[in-house]
């Protein structure tokens, strides 16, 4: 079983929005808000690049690149994590992974979704 699953991710239009979804599943995360929650992203010939996370306290961090344009939030009673993606460019284009750890280390990958935005 996957423990992280992401979704949501497809082609879409410069200046559009997309909200990805990553679903935590699995004994692994029965215990869904004491993790960090947050995404990551890789465009083709880029190294893997951190994006946004939640802290289980609920504070969040984001990256200068995608501050006031991207918003993540998440439902613990749902275990999912979500990505509202507004404003978007076209080198927001990457593969989007979802990750979960405990403190500032990752822990756990989703398989990724990509993103697309046509200019």
């Known amino acids: 079983q996957v423990p992280l699953v992401e979704s949501g991710g497809r082609l879409v239009q410069a200046g559009g929005s997309l909200r990805l979804s990553c679903a935590a599943s699995g004994r692994t995360f029965s215990r869904f808000s004491r993790y960090t929650m947050g995404w990551f992203r890789q465009a083709p010939g880029k190294e893997r690049e951190f994006v946004v996370r939640s802290w289980s306290s609920g504070n969040t961090d984001y990256a200068d690149s995608v501050k006031g344009r991207f918003t993540i939030s998440r439902d613990n009673a749902k275990n999912t994590v979500y990505l509202q993606m507004n404003s978007l460019k076209p080198e927001d284009t990457a593969i989007y992974y979802c990750?979960?750890?405990?403190?500032?280390?990752?822990?756990?990958w989703g398989q990724g979704t990509q993103v697309t935005v046509s200019s």
């Open positions: 990750a979960a750890g405990q403190g500032g280390e990752v822990a756990y």
